[in-house]
């Protein structure tokens, strides 16, 4: 039987993909946990949405499991796990001029909600948008040297939000937007 806990992890700290540990409030381990979240969020995303962005979800779910071997990885091991590039960024340059075709951007700020699917991809884009602050961080703290993590992470916030609108509009035919003034 597979046992499904070690203990070595109840000092508070967790191992890293080469020699070492650090605490499991690390900034390498924050952000590994935001990745997560956003694959799970992605994942929920995707068993809702329509088919054609469902297997574009899923793609860019395994280059998340890339980008967290990397920033998993000891200093010293991360070129041998360092699978984001420039062709990684152009995919989804590619997937946001495909699903922008044809849609019409709000003028404002659009309200989450107005599909499940749709909610469900805002809610991705949030958790995108905190993974790449925290991503920053390892760049500033010279945890990361890949900069094309950072850029993918920027693209997909762009993507996750046009496949929103998308979503929103193709099942509803209108977006909810917030009042730009309160009365």
């Not at 070595?8 to 924050?30: C, H, P, Q, S």
């Not at 469900?120 to 920053?136: F, G, T």
Request: charged letters at 25%; a negative charge.
């Amino acid at each position: 039987m597979a046992k499904y806990f070690t203990g070595i992890g109840d000092n508070g700290t967790t191992g890293l993909l080469g020699e070492g540990r650090v605490k499991k409030y690390d900034l390498r381990m924050e952000t590994l946990g935001t990745l997560d979240e956003l694959s799970a969020v992605l994942g929920f995303s995707r068993s809702i949405c329509e088919p054609e962005i469902s297997d574009l979800i899923k793609n860019i779910q395994g280059h998340l499991y890339e980008i967290m071997s990397e920033i998993a990885a000891t200093k010293d091991n991360q070129p041998k796990y360092r699978k984001m590039n420039e062709s990684s960024v152009k995919f989804l340059e590619k997937a946001i001029d495909q699903f922008s075709n044809g849609i019409t951007y709000p003028q404002g700020f659009i309200l989450p909600g107005d599909t499940q699917a749709a909610a469900a991809l805002s809610m991705s884009r949030a958790v995108c948008r905190r993974a790449e602050r925290r991503m920053v961080e390892l760049f500033d703290n010279d945890i990361i040297e890949n900069n094309f993590v950072g850029i993918y992470l920027n693209r997909l916030s762009s993507l996750l939000f046009v496949v929103e609108v998308k979503e929103s509009s193709s099942t509803n035919g209108k977006l909810s937007m917030a009042r730009e003034s309160h009365q």
